[in-house]
Nanobody, 121 residues
Framework: QVQLVESGGGLVQAGGSLRLSCPAS????????MGWYRQAPGKQRELVAS???????NYADSVKGRFTISRDNAKNTVYLQMNSLKPEDTAVYYC???????????????WGQGTQVTVSS
C-alpha cells in the first residue's frame, strides 16, 4: 500500500510563512509528478504547484513568487514553502503523486488526507 501523509499546516498571520511536507511511502517503483492542490470552503479543488522527477515546476498564478515547490527524490518527499501568506490562501492542502508501484505496469495518482492552512488577517 502506498501512503502520502501531509504535515506542516496550521494557523499563521497574514504575511507569515509555512512549510508543508509530504513523504510517499510503501511499495513504490517510481514517482513521476508530485504536487499540491488546495480546496477552500465552497470552492473547487485547485492546483497550487507541481514538480516533475526532473525538477520542472508549474505554479498557479495566484501563488507565483510566493510559494516554492521542491522535492527530494531519495526520500520520495515533496515540499511546499509558502511565504507572504494571504487570507485567501486559507484552505485544506492536499499532496498528490503520480507513481508506479512495485510489480505493476500502471501509473496512477495517489493522494494525502489533507492538512489545514489558515491565514488570519
Amino acid at each position: 500500500q502506498v501512503q502520502l501523509v501531509e504535515s506542516g499546516g496550521g494557523l499563521v498571520q497574514a504575511g507569515g510563512s509555512l512549510r508543508l511536507s509530504c513523504p510517499a511511502s510503501g511499495s513504490i517503483f517510481s514517482i513521476n509528478v508530485m504536487g499540491w492542490y488546495r480546496q477552500a470552503p465552497g470552492k473547487q479543488r485547485e492546483l497550487v504547484a507541481s514538480i516533475t522527477s526532473g525538477g520542472g515546476t508549474n505554479y498557479a498564478d495566484s501563488v507565483k513568487g510566493r510559494f516554492t515547490i521542491s522535492r527530494d527524490n531519495a526520500k520520495n518527499t515533496v515540499y511546499l514553502q509558502m511565504n507572504s501568506l494571504k487570507p485567501e490562501d486559507t484552505a485544506v492542502y492536499y499532496c498528490y503523486a503520480i507513481l508506479r508501484e512495485m510489480a505493476t505496469i500502471r501509473w496512477r495518482d495517489y493522494w494525502g488526507q489533507g492538512t489545514q492552512v489558515t491565514v488570519s488577517s
